[in-house]
């Protein structure tokens, strides 16, 4: 059974910080390269960053400099720090698999940046 639980979000003002956290199941962590999405309301997911399971990153444009993806292997957990955050950033962010998410997406979590 696939699952994703994310955690983390809130409501900060813009230049805040955040830690996102999303514990996947076992046997999707273990073999795949993870990733964070984010959905604004009426928009499609976004790839935001995404870890290989060499630890290879990469980051979309808008987030480098201020997004740091990271994995514990030991946990079955992948984490997002956001600094210096933007209202622009404001969406739901999910954890999944990359490049082909996997349908059984989680609730993810909630991160509102307030001007």
């Known amino acids: 059974q696939v699952q994703f639980v994310e955690s983390g979000g809130g409501l900060v003002q813009n230049g805040g910080s955040l830690r996102l956290s999303c514990a996947a199941s076992r046997n999707i962590f273990s073999f795949h390269t993870m990733a964070w999405y984010r959905q604004a309301p009426g928009m499609q997911h976004e790839l935001v960053a995404s870890?290989?399971?060499?630890?290879?990153?990469n980051y979309v444009d808008s987030v480098k400099g201020r997004f740091t993806i990271s994995r514990d292997n030991a946990k079955n957990t992948v984490y997002l720090q956001m600094n210096h955050l933007r209202p622009e950033d404001t969406a739901v962010y999910h954890c999944n698999t990359y490049p082909f998410p996997n349908p059984a997406w989680g609730q993810g979590t909630q991160v509102t940046v307030s001007s």
């Open positions: 870890i290989s399971t060499f630890e290879s990153i």
